[in-house]
């Protein structure tokens, strides 16, 4: 099974090595957009996470959100994403729009040490940086997730996913971002979220992370769901 995956992600970069090359801002090195591979080949090459972890009617209701009105939305959300920028810039962590969402990567290398859950003391400070633009745009739901490589059991790989996923909420939350607004969830070595090969090193770095997906909410959806 994962034989196939890694054929199928191996054919579909290659597809997209010519065409989707760019380069990181925070390194300054050449390489494949998370976002060219999985348009390229879905599933195979990259992932989709799909919607809000539990559908974004009862956890609107939940964490008591405002909404913003029409518009100023996607203002919000272009402001954001520049100041999700500024606060990351040199910390190694994409911040991307896709679709509705903001998504942040954050790389393992530089959030944790070797199989901890434990955040690095040397990224607290961007973590600060992302928490307070979370305050500072309120009108949003946060979920959180975790990825690892296939090195390792399962088992182990699924819970070292779901506590870094935890740690980096538990963090955001400390940093005065409501409970309500986050959920979090890991995936362990679900081939279906890898964004690299797992031959490599390189390969395995990028499928350990985090990643963050911040929705920003609408008047139009707090209506909605407490009209539900």
């Not at 196939?4 to 970069?13: E, G, I, P, Q, S």
């Not at 976002?35 to 390229?40: D, F, Q």
């Not at 699924?158 to 969830?185: D, F, M």
């Amino acid at each position: 099974m994962k034989n196939r995956f890694v054929a199928a992600a191996l054919a579909a970069t290659s597809i997209v090595s010519l065409s989707a090359c760019v380069t990181d801002l925070n390194t300054g090195e050449r390489k494949v957009s998370r976002t060219a591979i999985g348009t390229a080949g879905g599933a195979a090459a990259g992932y989709l996470l799909g919607g809000i972890i539990g559908g974004k009617t009862a956890r609107i209701v939940g964490a008591g959100i405002g909404g913003a009105a029409g518009g100023v939305v996607g203002y919000k959300m272009d402001q954001q994403i520049k100041e999700l920028k500024e606060v990351t810039a040199g910390s190694g962590v994409e911040v991307e729009q896709d679709g509705e969402y903001i998504n942040l990567n954050l790389p393992n290398g530089v959030t944790f040490p070797v199989n901890s859950s434990e955040i690095s003391p040397s990224f607290r400070t961007t973590l600060d940086g992302i928490a307070q633009s979370m305050v500072n745009y309120p009108d949003s739901l946060i979920d959180v997730y975790g990825f690892t490589d296939n090195t390792g059991s399962d088992t182990y790989n699924q819970q070292l996913s779901e506590r870094r996923a935890q740690a980096v909420a538990n963090y955001l939350t400390y940093r005065g971002v409501p409970q309500a607004r986050i959920a979090t969830k890991g995936f362990g070595e679900d081939p279906a979220y890898f964004v690299a090969s797992n031959d490599t090193e390189e390969g395995r770095a990028m499928n350990r992370r985090v990643e963050i997906k911040i929705l920003p909410i609408s008047q139009q959806d707090v209506q909605a769901a407490q009209n539900n």
